[in-house]
């Protein structure tokens, strides 16, 4: 698998935004986290690079995500969610992706 290229150029570096995301296994035990490449990120996670416990579980499916134009506001949803119950997290997850598809599936074909 090729590494993307994924750079942010002039103003929109200064600029720095992210993400708040939720991958999962095939059996559904889920990973919460935060980045300002979600691209590069799930890479890292289909790779087995970085989380050692999504690594362990085989947790490499995009089935959630959230953009933010700011990092810090990125953070601050991430620990939102992590003390959130499984129940809460589980119909976040379906109201936007019943079927826990693999959002990240084609960026890596």
């Not at 890292?44 to 362990?56: D, L, P, V």
């Not at 499916?61 to 953009?67: A, F, H, M, N, Q």
């Not at 992706?97 to 990240?104: I, Q, T, V």
Request: net charge positive; with cysteine.
């Amino acid at each position: 698998m090729q590494r993307p290229r994924l750079e942010r150029k002039g103003k929109e570096r200064m600029k720095k935004g992210g993400y708040v995301y939720i991958i999962a296994s095939k059996s559904r035990t889920i990973y919460i986290g935060v980045t300002s490449n979600l691209m590069l990120r799930m890479y890292r996670h289909k790779q087995k690079i970085g989380s050692k416990f999504a690594a362990r579980y085989n947790i490499t499916r995009l089935v959630y995500y959230e953009e933010y134009p700011d990092i810090r506001e990125a953070i601050a949803r991430e620990k939102q969610l992590k003390r959130w119950r499984r129940e809460k997290k589980v119909c976040l997850i379906e109201r936007e992706n019943p079927e826990w598809r693999d959002l990240s599936e084609e960026w890596f074909a």
